[in-house]
């Protein structure tokens, strides 16, 4: 029994960080409060942009009833979030029933004794899996190159490569499958991959690619500003990505990222 006296102090250590995480008071202003910020600063332009004339009544009507029932939702929304506070006291008492409970489900339902997997299920399971890939390559030879049948297989082979940690052969199967019909999103993949791998320079050419057909592709120009960064040219990076930044909607889900990014630039 003294063995579980040992586990059950790891689990509670293990749960501090999570305890100290919880009980962090709250920035002052959160997502909500800020969208309530943003929908009271469009309010205004919209009476600016009447008196200047550059909107008409009926439009001005109509976008500030629009802007009034999302500052309407995001207050409310607000007042919930701030509603729902913590208590302290009730969450430092649940940390330690939380270890409490787990060590003791643990003992009624766990197996500490279960070996893992023996190394010939692992490599019989390995074995399975290449002669499947081995046999999409045999059935992708016989095929039109340029058909659309070949290029979802390519695809789909560079999609398997890269779940098993080759690099080289994911991006050799997706450059077939681009060979076939060029794709940006695709490209993106690709470049992804080599800028991952320390190649910036091939990702760069990937990126090209897919920018002169989808020149507004806010993931390939978020990459173009990667490269830039990966290769010592900050500068370069900034400008692109502040140039995003500045053409991203205001709920644009990787504005967050953005920004931090060009913060951790020098």
């Known amino acids: 029994m003294t063995v579980w006296i040992p586990l059950i102090l790891l689990a509670l250590a293990a749960l501090l960080p999570l305890g100290a995480a919880v009980l962090r008071p709250r920035a002052a202003r959160g997502r909500r409060e800020a969208d309530v910020a943003l929908y009271r600063a469009q309010l205004a332009e919209l009476d600016r942009e009447r008196e200047a004339g550059r909107l008409d009544e009926a439009g001005h009507r109509a976008a500030r009833v629009e802007v009034q029932r999302r500052l309407i939702a995001a207050a409310d929304a607000a007042e919930e979030e701030a509603s729902a506070a913590r208590s302290p006291a009730l969450l430092v008492a649940l940390v330690p029933l939380i270890a409490a409970g787990a060590a003791g489900l643990y003992l009624l339902r766990g197996t500490p004794g279960m070996p893992s997997a023996p190394y010939d299920m ?38 398997a490569e890269r779940s098993r940690g080759r690099a080289d052969a994911a991006i050799a199967a997706w450059t077939r499958a681009i060979e076939a019909r060029f794709d ?53 990076a900034r400008a692109l990505w502040q140039a995003l930044l500045n053409e991203s909607p205001p709920d644009a889900p990787w504005r967050g990222l953005l920004e931090r990014r060009l913060t951790g630039l020098p």
């Open 122 to 159: 692992r490599a019989e399971a390995l074995a399975r899996d290449e002669q499947i890939l081995a046999t999409l390559r045999e059935r992708l030879a016989g095929l039109d190159p340029r058909s659309e049948q070949a290029r979802q297989g390519w695809v789909l082979l560079g999609n």
């Open 184 to 236: 940006a999103g695709l490209a993106g993949d690709i470049a992804e991959m080599e800028i991952a791998r320390g190649a910036p320079e091939r990702a760069a050419g990937w990126i090209t690619r897919g920018l002169a057909e989808d020149p507004g592709d806010p993931r390939l120009r978020f990459l173009a500003g990667l490269v830039e960064a990966e290769s010592g040219r900050p500068a370069n």
